[in-house]
């Protein structure tokens, strides 16, 4: 059950990555937290989608952004 769940929260995630992704990328400029010729990306770290990751690209350096998500039964 809890793959599943988490495998659902990826999902939306990335489905709201995907459609936000510009808007996310214009508003850390905005905010000073990427620069302008930063480019932003997502990607799948592993083939079960179990993890996912943000990528700032930059011609000198990438930087990443572990993203997890982590289900406990009570």
Do not use: C, H, P
Request: charge should be negative; avoid cysteine; charged fraction near 40%.
């Amino acid at each position: 059950m809890k793959k599943e769940l988490k495998n659902y929260i990826l999902g939306l995630l990335e489905f709201d990555l995907t459609s936000d992704l510009e808007y996310l990328t214009n508003d850390l400029i905005e905010k000073d937290v990427l620069a302008s010729d930063d480019d932003l990306q997502y990607e799948w770290l592993d083939d079960e989608f179990q993890e996912m990751a943000i990528n700032i690209i930059n011609e000198d350096f990438k930087k990443t952004y572990k993203i997890k998500i982590d289900i406990e039964e009570e």
